[in-house]
């Protein structure tokens, strides 16, 4: 645990700023750490727009303004359900999208974002070096827990969700979005 007390106040600073970056954000990028980071030198929000199975997540940025924020310097790192994550939740999955739900959309997603960027070989790795379980802050100042479970790596949320890290990690210019097969807020906690 001593890794959520380490990353805590970074998420906390940088869930403060989180909107301010996107006041801010004018799309620049530092060329750089694009080509040492994607060889393509795309953004996050561009990586996660162009894979064919999180266009939910996708939909969700853009009408919450974080895409801008994922088009910024800033380094995340994404969990990103996929479409049949959402999916899976039903009618209060599908109502999600509706412009009245924008809050707890953001809510949602908040809890799939942490500051910097992770790779899933990153976390396998903590997850060998603590011998067990790894903790780690999310901008929604909840804790994501990582472990091993039939032959992947299980992520759970405080309130009990659990997922698993599903499909190649896109790494991009400023962060990695990590697809996951579920989502990691119960619906009537993410308010």
């Known amino acids: 645990m001593t890794m959520i007390r380490t990353l805590r106040p970074l998420a906390t600073a940088a869930a403060a700023s989180l909107l301010a970056l996107a006041a801010c954000s004018d799309g620049a990028n530092d060329n750089s750490q694009a080509d040492a980071a ?21 939909k ?19 969990f990103a359900p996929n479409d049949q994550a959402f999916a899976d939740l039903g009618e209060a999955g599908a109502g999600l999208g509706d412009p009245d739900q924008r809050a707890v959309m953001v809510a949602i997603l908040r809890d799939h974002i942490v500051p910097g960027y992770l790779t899933p070989t990153d976390i396998e790795s903590a997850i060998d070096s603590q011998g067990g379980a790894v903790a780690v802050g999310t901008m929604g100042d909840h804790t994501l827990r990582f472990t091993r479970d039939q032959g992947g ?39």
């Open 153 to 191: 790596v299980r992520v759970t949320n405080e309130d009990g969700s659990t997922a698993m890290l599903s499909g190649d990690a896109l790494k991009a210019s400023n962060g990695v979005a990590i697809p996951l097969d579920g989502v990691l807020k119960k619906l009537d906690a993410a308010g």
């Open 60 to 78: 969700a940025m853009g009408d919450s303004g974080l895409s801008q924020i994922f088009d910024g310097a800033g380094s995340y790192t994404i």
């Open 38 to 58: 994607s060889p393509s030198g795309d953004t996050l929000a561009q990586a996660i727009s162009q894979a064919g199975n999180l266009s939910t997540v996708t």
